[in-house]
Nanobody, 116 residues
């Protein structure tokens, strides 16, 4: 089994910044990619940003230029630096890991609220 421990969510004013972290532990054979998805109330879960083991990244157009995804392969940890946050970024953010198989794992989610 694989466990994903997320941290870093919270309440921030518009224009502020937050940094999310997700550490993977357990029986990890090979990580193909890790990333972040989010789900706002009444909406479907959507991709925010992903990064492969080789360092290639992909992100939603709505966050390009504001959010940066990075990872520490030695620690099996992925980070999401979120700058210039907007109220529409308010959502539960979920960490995702795709391993060899492929098999996917999800974190429990961390709330990000952007409000004045």
């Amino acid at each position: 089994q694989v466990q994903l421990a997320e941290s870093g969510g919270g309440l921030v004013h518009p224009g502020g910044s937050l940094r999310l972290s997700c550490a993977a532990s357990g029986s990890i054979s090979r990580i193909i990619r890790m990333g972040w998805y989010r789900q706002a109330p009444g909406k479907e879960r959507e991709l925010v940003a992903v990064i492969t083991s080789g360092g290639s990244t992909n992100s939603a157009d709505s966050v390009k230029g504001r959010f940066t995804i990075s990872r520490d392969n030695a620690k099996n940890t992925v980070y999401l630096q979120m700058n210039s946050l907007k109220p529409e970024d308010t959502a539960v953010y979920y960490c995702n890991l795709v391993g060899l198989g492929p098999v996917a794992y999800w974190g429990q989610g961390t709330q990000v609220t952007v409000s004045s």
